[in-house]
């Protein structure tokens, strides 16, 4: 019993949960942002987070799958499945398969194709052309990437009203700002581990200097990306607000981070930048419904 539960854990490792559920959050934003007045349909809603969250399982089994060779090298991925034994790649990509073949079938049968499409497209842009093609090759890997990871909220809101609109590109656009300061914070502190690895990331190809600027710039980016759904009128003076707050706060950061570095500053970055990313969202969406 106890190896059975170790290998189901092992494939539950494979899906990076962490990373999978700001994914769903995202998306889970998008369905009720994309409703007017009222809510989405709980059927809708139950439907397209089981089939976007399966399908973002596969991807990420799949990227564990590619990198299994670099995971080992690595001290923060050395312990993932693949390197430690614990699966094999064919069990894996049996795995990929199946889990994001029944995402795909759920999201077609019970939302509607254009989001399983979208959801097919995103799968691809991370699993084949981010994993395969940039994070390899170049260290503008996570902006140009950074498309496939800002679609969660895209394909919410295509689940519910059956189309993108200017709004949802909105979210996206948020999304695909907050990437590179994101990613870059972490990349920092983990720029040996990725130089052991033999992957251009911006620290490694350009330096801590370089790298920290791009931080600090590309958040100064987001801020004023931030407050475009404000000027666009598709939220109110509380997101305002909130945007505002939570953008001082992160530039703050990205401006002590370049100024004056240490690990342990651009760790507690990288983790503010997900706790960021998460209130930004929850703002948008409090605002939604005091609007209503």
């Given at each position: 019993?106890?190896?059975?539960s170790?290998?189901?854990?092992?494939?539950?490792?494979l899906?990076?949960p962490?990373v999978?559920?700001?994914?769903?959050?995202?998306?889970?934003?998008?369905?009720?942002?994309?409703?007017?007045?009222?809510?989405?349909?709980?059927?809708?809603?139950?439907?397209?987070?089981?089939?976007?969250?399966?399908?973002?399982?596969?991807?990420?089994?799949m990227?564990?799958?590619?990198?299994?060779?670099?995971?080992?090298?690595?001290?923060?991925?050395?312990?993932?499945?693949?390197?430690?034994?614990?699966?094999?790649?064919?069990?894996?990509?049996?795995?990929a398969?199946?889990?994001?073949g029944?995402?795909l079938?759920?999201?077609?049968?019970?939302?509607?194709?254009?989001?399983?499409?979208?959801?097919?497209?995103?799968f691809v842009?991370?699993?084949v052309?981010?994993?395969?093609f940039?994070?390899?090759?170049?260290?503008?890997n996570i902006?140009?990437?950074?498309?496939?990871?800002?679609?969660?909220?895209?394909?919410?809101?295509?689940?519910?009203?059956g189309?993108?609109?200017?709004?949802?590109?909105?979210?996206f656009?948020?999304?695909?700002a907050?990437?590179?300061?994101?990613?870059?914070?972490?990349?920092?502190?983990?720029?040996?581990?990725?130089?052991?690895?033999?992957?251009?990331?911006?620290?490694?190809?350009?330096g801590?200097?370089?790298?920290?600027?791009s931080v600090?710039?590309?958040?100064?980016i987001?801020?004023?990306?931030?407050?475009?759904?404000?000027?666009?009128?598709?939220?109110?003076?509380?997101?305002l607000?909130?945007?505002?707050?939570l953008?001082?706060?992160?530039?703050?950061?990205?401006w002590?981070?370049?100024?004056?570095?240490?690990?342990?500053?651009?760790?507690?970055?990288?983790?503010?930048?997900?706790?960021?990313?998460?209130?930004?969202?929850?703002?948008?969406?409090?605002?939604?419904?005091?609007r209503?």
């Open positions: 019993m106890h190896a059975a170790a290998r189901v854990h092992a494939f539950y490792v899906t990076k962490r999978n559920s700001l994914i769903v959050f995202c998306a889970i934003i998008g369905m009720f942002l994309a409703v007017p007045d009222g809510l989405p349909a709980p059927a809708i809603v139950l439907a397209a987070t089981v089939g976007i969250a399966c399908v973002a399982g596969a991807a990420a089994a990227n564990c799958l590619i990198e299994a060779h670099i995971d080992a090298r690595m001290s923060r991925t050395r312990g993932r499945p693949l390197p430690r034994g614990e699966l094999t790649p064919r069990e894996t990509l049996a795995f398969a199946v889990l994001g029944s995402g079938l759920i999201l077609h049968q019970l939302v509607n194709p254009l989001t399983m499409w979208l959801t097919l497209a995103t842009g991370y699993a052309v981010y994993t395969i940039l994070k390899p090759h170049t260290p503008q902006v140009i990437g950074g498309a496939s990871g800002a679609m969660p909220p895209v394909l919410g809101w295509a689940a519910v009203t189309e993108v609109s200017a709004d949802a590109l909105l979210l656009l948020i999304i695909f907050w990437t590179p300061p994101h990613f870059w914070s972490l990349a920092l502190y983990r720029s040996a581990d990725y130089a052991r690895a033999g992957l251009p990331m911006l620290p490694v190809t350009h801590s200097e370089f790298t920290r600027l600090l710039l590309y958040t100064c987001l801020f004023g990306v931030t407050l475009l759904p404000f000027a666009t009128r598709m939220s109110g003076v509380a997101y607000v909130a945007a505002v707050l953008g001082g706060c992160f530039l703050g950061r990205a002590r981070l370049y100024a004056d570095y240490s690990d342990t500053r651009a760790r507690r970055t990288f983790r503010f930048s997900i706790l960021y990313l998460f209130l930004l969202f929850a703002a948008l969406l409090a605002d939604h419904y005091l209503y």
